[in-house]
């Protein structure tokens, strides 16, 4: 059951595509009050309580004990003591003595979520504009609480098949060649392979929807080229426009009056990659559909996906900005800084950088008013994303396309996936990306994954190694870097071998993950849960920070630690384990429930599947359209009959109906041993161990 409390004026989000009528009640389990900082709602923890949900946020999957803060930001090389990143996802879930229950702050300006930070047994939710609609969800179970907001919120974004393959990325591929050497230096060495991303060096001056054509002379040429090898080009577009005449979007966008402006009603502008520009207001349906059919151009080149970036928005410095820092500088600069007024000509400068100011310096036409920016931020980047999908479906109706962005709010998650941020190459990492997972799930974000290997900072093959052996499991599974970091392509390293073994893992066990995925996709639930979820009634589960399950019959545990050749894990109930080196290199070791230390090679991944669940394994193919779907290997452990259901489709479809994709396979156990039966399709029982 969900109830609606409104505060306030409320501005519309479009987070819900369920109506919820207005609650005549008052709100139970929180105490209300106007606060200095905004309408505040109090709500005293039990000792032992968890907090879920949040989505994109740093730090536990229990977000217990700290404090963070709903502003979409452009946080390079973020660490646990932020408290914004680049998405706002505003659902809480607490579980305490009582029932659990969920909360929504359906609120698209800053919200700070003080979760027993200042005083460790309240949590203290602000809403700063003080003008929200509150959501309140119960239901009997954690999961049940998810399905219920995952329906009033509506279906997320399904990518196409390929999307779910392996992708190779850098800022910094600037021309055919270097892509085309990419591609090969992948194939001539059998490594799998899906997708090239292409970062802002395939533009000409970083202005959107341009391409420099001495680097890329026939674009189109390239891209079918690449297709004839499986592999797709995804560009990225980012949210600024160049401040440039003679730029058609740039005209376009101020004849019509298209861009974000100031109070005066003159266009705002701001700096990011390609120095001053304007900013679409996408919050407008006439704004989403002119820049949404802008993505037709690159289409037209055979391009079937993008990613949309530095859409909170980044700002790096705005002429106000400008301005003030010119003036500080001129003073400072002719002084003798000692301590204070160094540290102050540092903050003028770093503090040009999305400024707070700035951000309540625009506006949008929004609603029918003129809105000030700051009091709806946490909708641009997912507005943006909107623009995009809306143009991409307009080029082809019937088809998937790939999209996902970086800044987001709950309504995006129907529009477009999400990778996780600039993350850096740190071990600390893999743990922050892997609790991220199940929170972004219960948000609605089904399809998202980190940059593999770290994307600021150098990485380290061993560090590559590991993050690949998460990245298997991750629908978006993409190796992404930065600009003058070391080369990250799997080939430059040592280890490229073993690199490639773990690939052959991930395409091996497509079929599992695209059915779960889409099961769960269509179906409201999570592919990624945390443990306490499934094993409501288990002490030691609910604690589990760095174990996930995944899908219907399978947890993950990898390995995230330097040096480390194997971990503790905590099984909830005995699990078969499957110890991979490779698709076709793997062992299978029958574990009771309890506490294990599993050995773990630098070159092996664990995979856990419940006891009398079925996991089907494929012969694997070095791009999704090559894996062979219908015929499977069928690992499990089991102590009696047993079932899966399996999803295919032909990757593109528009609409998938769940029921026309699905195949049940039957497993019936006699004596000791397993015989599989499954319309259709040609599986081998012979792994399954009986008993
Ligand atoms: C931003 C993105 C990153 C990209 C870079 C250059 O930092 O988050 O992924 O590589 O911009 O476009």
């Keep these: 059951m969900i109830r609606r409390f409104d505060y306030g004026t409320p501005l519309p989000t479009d987070a819900l595509v369920q109506e919820i009528p207005l609650c005549g009640e008052t709100l139970p389990f929180f105490t209300v009050a106007k606060t200095e900082n905004g309408l505040t709602f109090t709500y005293p923890l039990g000792r032992e309580e968890l907090i879920y949900g949040l989505g994109e946020t740093v730090r536990g999957i229990n977000k217990r004990g700290h404090i963070y803060r709903s502003w ?106 270097e892509v085309r050497t990419i591609v090969n230096e992948h194939r001539s060495r059998h490594i799998p392979l899906d997708g090239v991303c292409m970062d802002i060096d395939y533009m000409v001056d970083y202005k959107d929807f341009s391409w420099n054509k001495e680097a890329f002379p026939d674009l189109r040429q390239l891209s079918a080229d690449m297709k004839q090898e499986h592999i797709r080009l995804i560009p990225i577009i980012d949210a600024g426009v160049k401040q440039q005449e003679g730029y058609d979007v740039c005209d376009e966008g101020l004849r019509n009056g298209y861009f974000c402006t100031c109070e005066d ?181 089904l399809y998202t994954g980190a940059d593999l290997g770290g994307f600021s900072g150098n990485t380290t ?72 979820f499934d094993y409501p009634e288990d002490a030691a589960a609910l604690r589990i920070e760095d174990q996930l399950m995944l899908g219907e019959g399978c947890m993950i545990a990898p390995v995230y630690e330097q040096n480390a050749r194997g971990r503790n894990v905590y099984l909830p109930e005995d699990m078969l384990l499957v110890r991979f080196r490779s698709a076709e290199d793997y062992c299978l070791i029958p574990m009771e429930k309890g506490r294990h230390w599993i050995d773990l090679d630098l070159n092996e991944m664990p995979l856990f599947i419940r006891k009398g669940c079925i996991v089907p394994l494929s012969r694997g193919g070095e791009w999704v359209e090559a894996v062979d779907f219908d015929t499977l290997t069928l690992l499990g452990w089991l102590d009696g009959d047993a079932a899966y259901a399996i999803y295919n489709d032909d990757g593109t479809v528009a609409a998938p109906v769940l029921a026309d994709g699905l195949r049940e396979i039957r497993v019936r156990t006699a004596d000791g041993k397993a015989a599989a039966e499954a319309q259709g399709l040609t599986v081998d029982a012979a792994k399954l161990i009986v008993g």
């Design 265 to 445: 009603g003159t266009p705002f502008v701001g700096a990011v990659w390609p120095g001053r520009s304007y900013f679409p207001d996408f919050f407008r349906p006439e704004v989403r559909e002119w820049f949404g059919k802008k993505y037709h151009g690159l289409m037209e080149q055979g391009i079937e996906g993008f990613w949309n970036d530095m859409n909170e928005p980044a700002l790096f410095y705005s002429e106000r900005g400008i301005a003030e820092a010119r003036q500080e500088l001129t003073k400072l600069l002719d002084m003798n800084l000692g301590l204070d007024a160094f540290f102050h000509l540092k903050d003028v400068l770093m503090g040009m950088q999305n400024n707070r100011r700035d951000y309540a310096s625009f506006y949008h036409k929004y609603a029918g008013q003129q809105v000030r920016h700051d009091r709806v931020h946490n909708l641009y980047g997912g507005f943006m994303t909107r623009a995009a999908h809306e143009g991409l479906r307009s080029y082809d109706p019937d088809k998937r396309h790939l999209i996902f962005s970086r800044a987001s709010y709950v309504g995006a998650h129907r529009w477009g996936g999400v990778w996780q941020g600039d993350n850096t190459s740190w071990w600390s990492h893999i743990l922050m990306n892997l609790k991220m997972l199940p929170s972004l799930n219960m948000c609605g974000f």
């Design 72 to 177: 979409n930001s452009d946080e390079f090389s973020h660490h646990e003591d932020k408290q914004s990143l680049y998405a706002s996802h505003n659902l809480l879930i607490f579980s305490g003595e009582g029932k659990p229950f969920g909360v929504f702050f359906d609120d698209p300006g800053e919200v700070i979520f003080d979760l027993g930070y200042t005083g460790a047994d309240t949590a203290a939710i602000t809403s700063v504009n003080g003008d929200l609609r509150l959501y309140l969800i119960e239901e009997d179970s954690l999961n049940a609480i998810v399905r219920s907001f995952r329906q009033a919120i509506g279906q997320c974004y399904l990518p196409p098949k390929w999307a779910f393959g392996y992708i190779q990325s850098r800022w910094g591929y600037a021309a055919d060649g």
């Design 461 to 532: 093959e061993d560090l590559l190694l590991r993050w690949l052996q998460l990245g298997v499991f991750t629908p978006l599974m993409r190796n992404h870097s930065a600009l003058h970091t070391r080369d990250q392509e799997i080939y430059r390293f040592g280890m490229q071998e073993d690199m490639k073994n773990i690939l052959t893992v991930r395409y091996a066990l497509l079929p599992y993950l695209y059915s779960e995925f889409m099961k769960n996709a269509l179906t409201g639930g999570s592919m990624f849960r945390p443990l306490a």
